[in-house]
């Protein structure tokens, strides 16, 4: 059996899909198998597909007759057919260092209860300018899961791009199929799934690279506001659980409400009316939220006041 079972999910990703690939076969570690997904695609994809699904290390080449609409839905078939230990999830529009595997793995051993190894990634644009870049403090560090997503997966999601990531498939056979049903942030409630599950182990290395242009699902959700509908959903189904402290959950639905006061203006009025919407779901929440906000405009109140009485004094 391999260690790791590396997925590619691709949908139209013709123009990366060589260097994805090529980043992957020549990784240093070399106990993996791959399994090659196309979910219909209608540019070049397949036939690219076709070139590299004859290596021996191609264990599955699966081309859907229909697109199957959700990226999660792709994951969850290729999962079910990994053999491996450990389930990779390379993006076809992202490409890694070479040593991404070994580093990863290697990691993953120190640790039997580790169910996550991931790395840090640079957010790359089309004309290959970097966007962003992760960081962490330590070279390596090993945390608890559910101590990891209360720190750090709740306002935003740290694992941002699933190809920085290796995780446990023992751990995926313990979780609901409730990500599949996202379009958008499946990612992010299938990583806190994940991590309930044991520990986390993070690398200071940065190591894979996540291309970000025109075609990204992601780009379409942030642009029209949409992205804050589906987290609103999720962290709503994250609260109907109760395996989070639910002052925690409070806390990150007010900043991203507050995030989405400032940066709405944007956004077309029929989304704002289904983004309000969403936040008025859960009342008490939009309640106390409202509270707060008014408490905020009280203090900033007084601030000018107290500016204007210093500056009429001074005058």
């Not at 580790?114 to 790395?119: A, D, F, P, T």
């Not at 979780?175 to 799934?193: N, Q, V």
Request: hydrophobic share 40%.
């Amino acid at each position: 059996m391999p260690k790791v079972s590396v997925i590619v999910p691709n949908y139209n990703h013709a123009p990366f899909l060589k260097q994805r690939l090529e980043s992957i076969f020549s990784q240093t570690f070399q106990d993996f198998e791959i399994i090659l997904l196309d979910d219909c695609s209608t540019d070049n994809s397949i036939e690219i597909l076709k070139e590299y699904s004859i290596h021996p290390k191609v264990s599955h080449f699966i081309i859907n007759d229909i697109n199957s609409c959700s990226p999660f839905k792709q994951w969850k078939k290729g999962i079910e057919l990994a053999k491996g230990e450990y389930i990779w999830i390379a993006e076809s529009d992202d490409w890694c260092e070479l040593s991404l595997l070994e580093v990863l793995v290697y990691n993953t051993l120190k640790d039997e209860e580790i169910v996550v190894s991931y790395c840090q990634s640079q957010i790359i644009h089309e004309d290959m300018s970097i966007r962003y870049t992760s960081t962490h403090p330590k070279m390596s560090e090993v945390v608890d899961g559910q101590r990891f997503t209360s720190e750090n997966m709740l306002i935003g999601n740290k694992i941002f791009n699933a190809s920085m990531a290796i995780f446990k498939k023992s751990a995926f056979n313990s979780i609901s199929d409730e990500y599949t049903k996202y379009k958008f942030c499946g990612d992010w409630l299938f990583w806190i799934l994940i991590l309930f599950q044991g520990k986390v182990n993070i690398s200071g290395k940065v190591l894979n690279y996540f291309r970000y242009h025109s075609k990204n699902t992601s780009t379409f959700f942030y642009t029209s506001g949409l992205n804050y509908i589906e987290e609103l959903i999720l962290l709503k189904y994250l609260k109907s659980l109760k395996i989070l402290d639910q002052r925690l959950i409070f806390k990150a639905l007010k900043t991203k409400y507050l995030f989405y006061i400032e940066n709405s203006k944007n956004i077309s009025i029929k989304n704002k009316g289904e983004i309000t919407n969403c936040f008025k779901t859960n009342l008490s929440l939009y309640n106390r939220m409202g509270v707060y906000l008014k408490y905020c405009f009280l203090q900033f109140k007084l601030i000018v006041k107290i500016f204007i009485k210093n500056f009429d004094a001074r005058s």
